[in-house]
């Protein structure tokens, strides 16, 4: 029988590697689909998923609650991502003409340029879409996770789930019309 996501944060917090391990698990996609959502770019969005679990890792000990291991975590990829945001006005700010600067690649192709206006377009749509909406969109479509996956991580039966991911999908395209 597999342990709950209460359990195995309980033992993380006394210092389970092992269960600590099963909740990256089962919680990465999640994580990774909301800075996705958040940033618009995947590199970045796994650079934060990482960054969201060591900080965890390091505060696991803190969680007071281990039912609410979800929201934890979530809240924690939340502030790593203004961190980050904080970190890259500073170095803009701090250094003109960096090696950062320099090494943003040029423009691709117009087909490319496309694809990329459009992705943008559709996160700005996703982020405008109520929270009840972008997290299973976010798993399905973005981090590719299937429909029992995201029934557990969100804690959602089959039928709710697939109602969501209608609804959101016909929100979706309304805002992509606009």
């Not at 909740?23 to 995947?42: E, H, K, S």
């Not at 969201?52 to 281990?66: E, G, K, Q, S």
């Not at 997290?135 to 959602?156: E, F, N, W």
Request: aromatic residues 6%; positive net charge; contains cysteine.
């Amino acid at each position: 029988m597999e342990e709950s996501d209460q359990t195995l944060a309980a033992r993380s917090r006394l210092g389970d590697r092992g269960a600590f391990e099963q909740l990256i698990r089962r919680t990465g996609r999640l994580v990774f689909a909301r800075l996705y959502v958040d940033t618009g770019n995947p590199h970045e969005a796994e650079d934060l998923t990482q960054e969201t679990f060591l900080v965890a890792c390091r505060n696991i000990h803190r969680l007071d609650d281990p039912a609410a291991f979800r929201g934890w975590i979530l809240s924690i990829a939340h502030t790593v991502h203004l961190d980050a945001i904080k970190k890259k006005s500073r170095k803009k700010r701090g250094s003109p003409g960096s090696f950062e600067d320099a090494a943003d690649p040029a423009p691709g192709p117009s087909d490319h340029a496309e694809q990329t206006e459009q992705r943008q377009k559709v996160l700005i749509a996703l982020r405008e879409l109520p929270e009840d909406y972008q997290r299973p969109l976010s798993l399905r479509y973005l981090a590719g996770s299937d429909y029992d996956t995201i029934s557990r991580q969100l804690g959602l039966t089959n039928g709710s789930l697939r109602g969501l991911l209608h609804r959101g999908l016909e929100m979706l395209r309304e805002r992509m019309k606009t």
